[in-house]
């Protein structure tokens, strides 16, 4: 089956730099999201990657390695703002997004 | 640009009941899709189209769900009858086509609580 893990919940500090992961076993692969969710709010885009290696957007950034099946979002100097779930999914052989069941991130002063 | 609009934002119904929600893509969008997302979760794909064709509906059940999207453009989920496990958000959203990387942009949801 198709299968996308990331960690439930982290924790992390204003200012700090926080690295959130997602491994991924999927029928083929053709691309792999990062969206951002506040509570009680539609998911918002953060990043595509499709080749391997590190895509930098701002304070945010995201990395890739198809050979494991591997991906993280790095944030850094954060802000109270970003505490919100932070969702990975994958495009898969047949371009279906399989979706990961987010991360909780919370940001303490 | 407008973004994926959706309506109604909120809706309470009883079980047994019906409801639907609309959905109007971004412009020029061809594939629109419908998922369910559960508190804590992340969302369920229930069904995509591309223009006015069906995708994939493997997830939606048939029972009770449908979905129509006439013309390629606007599209509506109805729910008939409602059962206390479709309490979710329904997220519709839009990307310019299926076959590539491209964004997906999300509506805002639509709140179910059925009681």
């Known amino acids: 089956g198709q299968n996308i893990d990331q960690p439930t919940e982290m924790t992390a500090t204003e200012g700090a730099i926080v690295q959130i992961n997602c491994t991924y076993q999927?029928?083929?692969?053709?691309?792999l999201f990062w969206y951002q969710q506040h509570a009680g709010e539609a998911p918002t885009f953060l990043s595509y990657?499709?080749l391997d290696g590190l895509e930098e957007k701002g304070r945010f950034s995201s990395f890739l390695s198809r050979s494991k099946g591997y991906s993280y979002l790095l944030l850094k100097e954060l802000q109270m703002k970003d505490s919100a779930s932070y969702l990975c999914?994958?495009?898969?052989?047949?371009?279906?997004?399989?979706w990961g069941a987010g991360t909780k991130l919370i940001i303490k002063p | 640009e407008a973004g994926v609009a959706q309506s109604p934002r909120y809706k309470i119904i009883e079980k047994r009941q019906s409801v639907a929600f609309w959905c109007n893509p971004i412009?020029?969008?061809?594939?629109l899709y419908w998922y369910q997302q559960i508190l804590g979760q992340g969302p369920k794909l229930l069904i995509q189209?591309?223009?006015?064709?069906?995708?994939?509906d493997s997830q939606l059940p048939k029972d009770r769900f449908s979905a129509e999207r006439l013309k390629g453009v606007d599209s509506t989920l109805k729910i008939q009858p409602a059962k206390l496990e479709d309490s979710a958000v329904y997220l519709c959203?839009?990307?310019?086509?299926?076959?590539?990387?491209?964004?997906?942009?999300f509506g805002e949801g639509s709140w179910l609580t059925v009681v």
């Open positions: 959203a839009s990307s310019e086509d299926t076959f590539s990387g491209n964004t997906i942009y």
């Open positions: 412009s020029g969008h061809a594939t």
């Open positions: 189209f591309q223009n006015n064709g069906v995708v994939d």
């Open positions: 999927t029928s083929g692969f053709n691309g």
């Open positions: 990657n499709v």
């Open positions: 999914a994958v495009l898969d052989s047949n371009y279906q997004l399989i």
